[in-house]
């Protein structure tokens, strides 16, 4: 995910490109298995610490990905953004270290803390474990009620 993936009209957000996206569901419709050595696929600055760690992506990356995107929107820029790093092994590296030792309390400061408890809960899904999409959305549909955003989510 990366945020040129998201359109908004009309208060309606549209999510464009799933030209990397795969099945998280084998041909059985059992969830793919767990395999290390996987190689970075999209783009680095949103990628999931798993995908950093080369684990196969699954829907919990997903999820970590745009709560990246979402703190992206909401304060302009990340704080792994900018580097002048010219190798990219290095980069990656260097993106992976910012990401790992990075308070998530300083990361999501000043924006409403719905984020930091959407991305510790990302954070705390096992590989296979099914998200529970309904506290998700409870989750800023409360921060759409209490905070008055509905400029910034509907």
């Not at 970590?64 to 092994?89: C, N």
């Not at 408890?117 to 705390?124: A, E, F, G, M, V």
């Amino acid at each position: 995910l990366k945020p040129e993936n998201f359109l908004i009209k009309n208060n309606k957000v549209f999510i464009i490109d799933f030209g990397l996206s795969k099945s998280y569901l084998d041909k059985d419709n059992n969830h793919v298995k767990m395999e290390n050595n996987k190689s970075l696929i999209g783009t680095i600055r949103y990628a999931s610490l798993n995908v950093h760690n080369n684990l196969t992506y699954s829907r919990r990356d997903d999820l970590e990905s745009l709560a990246y995107i979402l703190i992206y929107f909401l304060k302009g820029s990340l704080p792994w953004q900018g580097l002048k790093i010219e190798s990219l092994d290095e980069k990656h590296k260097k993106i992976y270290d910012i990401k790992t030792s990075y308070n998530l309390h300083t990361l999501c400061q000043d924006i409403p803390l719905e984020f930091l408890i959407y991305l510790k809960y990302c954070h705390s899904l096992k590989y296979s474990e099914k998200p529970n999409y309904d506290y998700i959305k409870s989750l800023f549909t409360n921060l759409k009620k209490i905070h008055n955003a509905s400029k910034l989510i509907d």
